[in-house]
């Protein structure tokens, strides 16, 4: 539960992020959030990792600074910055709780029946070594296939400012096409990894193109659920389900948290995705670093 000046913050290369906070917002609606869009600097899936660990550093500070919020927990809503440097992260803040995320290839070998499994992502999240060994560990257990994403996170970002998602769809397709045949027959792609937090905006996209028989998978729920368990241990709570972190009498009387919207980019293409798919109406704050 939110306890008054803090918050969760939770930042990505650009508005892709919203689909994490979209998650995260349901899983604890009495908590606070800050949420940084560097979308001044995106895409990070196309940049070399000393960029992203750079980015993710400042970002992390700028955060942690905050004179009126203090944060208690970091999500990196982004793949490609988590496997560059939450590691580094996590030595320079050990008394912070930070979560990051990954693409939901364990979940993918559990749902898929043909056993082949289709996976988007940036180029910077398939070359990461945080990447290949948890492709590693699935070994024999379906067969990935691993497609590259160039230009889809930076078309879903135009897209909302511009309300024309034509160079969308055509990446789609063009991905999508190179994959495979998607269906639930055998030797067919049956589940989707969208490895990537801004490909859940494209769903309907993928959806026209590949039909109802194929499953996607994000990342947005367990992360939330993987921030709801870690903030109940760091409180000290034996139960961590989500009675244990809000008391029914706390439920009915504590108001909703709060949000603040901050971007590296023009305010107005955050202001446009969070209202578009967040149905959040709150004003963007620029950044300058």
């Known amino acids: 539960m939110s306890t008054g ?12 992020g919203l689909s994490i906070l979209k998650a995260l917002r349901t899983e604890l609606p009495h908590e606070n959030f800050i949420y940084v869009a560097d979308s001044g600097h995106a895409p990070y899936g196309e940049r070399e990792d000393c960029f992203v660990v750079a980015r993710s550093r400042a970002i992390a500070r700028h955060l942690l600074t905050q004179q009126h919020l203090k944060v208690k927990a970091l999500v990196i809503a982004c793949n ?9 992260l996590r030595e320079e803040h050990p008394d912070l709780t930070i979560i990051g995320v990954e693409p939901a290839l364990k979940p993918a070998v559990a749902h898929s ?14 070359a990461s070594a ?11 257990q379906a ?23 034509t160079k969308t769809e055509a990446l789609c397709a ?8 998607f269906g639930s027959e055998k030797g067919e792609i049956d589940s989707l990894v969208l490895g990537c937090t801004h490909y859940p905006f494209a769903s ?11 499953q996607f998978l994000d990342t947005g729920a367990p992360v939330a659920r993987q921030t709801r368990l870690r903030l109940a241990a760091a409180a000290g ?11 029914p009498a706390a439920l009915a009387s504590h108001p909703a948290g709060h949000i603040r919207l901050f971007t590296t980019g023009q305010p107005a293409a955050l202001q446009a995705a969070s209202q578009h798919w967040l149905q959040i109406d709150a004003t963007v704050e620029a950044l300058a670093f």
Request: proline fraction near 4%; glycine fraction near 12%.
């Open 80 to 88: 490609t910055a988590t496997a560059a440097a939450i590691h580094l």
């Open 204 to 214: 309907a996209q993928l959806r026209d193109l590949l039909g109802p028989q194929v």
């Open 143 to 165: 067969e990935f296939i691993l497609q590259p994403c160039d230009g889809l996170a930076e078309a879903i970002e135009r897209s909302v400012e511009s309300g024309d998602a």
């Open 130 to 140: 945080k990447f290949k060994a948890l492709l590693g560990s699935l070994v024999g």
């Open 174 to 181: 063009q991905y999508t096409t190179a994959m495979g045949i």
């Open 237 to 247: 709570e034996p139960d961590t389900r989500q009675a244990a972190i809000y008391p």
């Open 113 to 126: 029946q043909t056993r082949r499994i289709g996976v988007m992502a940036t180029r910077g999240t398939l």
């Open 5 to 16: 000046s803090q918050a969760i913050g939770v930042f990505d290369s650009g508005i892709g």
